[in-house]
């Protein structure tokens, strides 16, 4: 999660821009339960990639404090490559033997390194992966970082265990680089589904209409929830059109309560309105931001948890 002393600069970056979206929407209905209990799973691995624990601790299983990861930790887990770096991206690659996946995770913003990455929000040009496409410099510098080094382990895990299927993950800032890491790795041949939680527009209306249409065989699973702030930013203007990709599954329901299928809505259309981007309000810290299917920081001190 982006964090708290980066609040006047998120503020100042939310009036900077003019604010605008496109109202276009095609269907917006309630989620299976078996997508449900898939999402609660995945906002565990997201989560996790922020605790100490999962920091160079190949060879380990995933973990967390407190025993808020339950699900997570009733599989049969191994890391298989956690990167660390104070300057780049941090994260881990995993297998999950109980439920036959192979994760590629990426952390939020903890560290003021992290912070300042969120607000180099100027376009860099990624005509190699489609064209037209722009991408936030900030977040593609990071996947970058990391991009050689996870393609490697993708492809050790995928070739021992080919009846695995891939994921890559992440909440906030995580899940912009992890957007960005499967657009990329789904060109490159992999089959594999991106999970975000929170995650921050990635790039120009080009590069969601791409990962839009590149659904096929990948699925793009883009949770928001209430009026989180960090899914509208960077806000869409005369200079930049940010853009998030379709579909969008919106959490309509406060903070802290038990998430169930009738109040995750699945959104279709670029920059529509009817979830999370219609909404208004700027606040910061924002607890909506902190709770995706659950407490998304599950290795805070108890004293420093969201209220639930």
Known sequence: M????????ALLLSFCMTLFASPIQLSRRDISSELLDDFKLFAQFAALAACDQNINSTGNKLTCDYGLCGLVEADDTETIDAFHNSTAATGYVALDHTKKLILLTFRGTITKHDGDTDFQFFYTSIEDVCPGCKAHSGFWTYWKSAEERAIVQLQKATKSHPDYGVAVVGHSLGGAVATLAGTVL???????????????????????????????????????????????????????????????????????????????????????????????????????????????????????????
Not at 2 to 9: C, D, G, K, W
Request: hydrophobic residues 35%.
């Open 2 to 9: 982006i964090s708290s002393n980066l609040s006047i600069r």
């Open 186 to 308: 789904r060109q490159k041949g992999f089959t594999l589904d991106i999970w975000t939680f929170g995650g921050p527009k990635v790039g120009n209306k080009k590069l969601a209409e791409f990962i839009t249409n590149q659904r096929a065989p990948v699925s793009v699973y883009r949770a928001t929830h209430a009026s989180d702030i960090v899914p509208r930013l960077p806000l869409t203007g005369i200079i930049f059109d940010y853009s998030q990709p379709s579909p969008e599954y919106w959490i309509n329901q406060p903070t802290g309560e038990q998430v169930t299928t009738d109040v995750v809505k699945y959104i279709e259309g670029i920059n529509s309105i009817e979830g999370n981007a219609g909404q208004s309000g700027i606040r910061w810290p924002d607890p909506n931001h902190g709770w995706y299917f659950g407490n998304m920081s599950i290795c805070l001190p108890p004293a420093d948890k969201p209220a639930d």
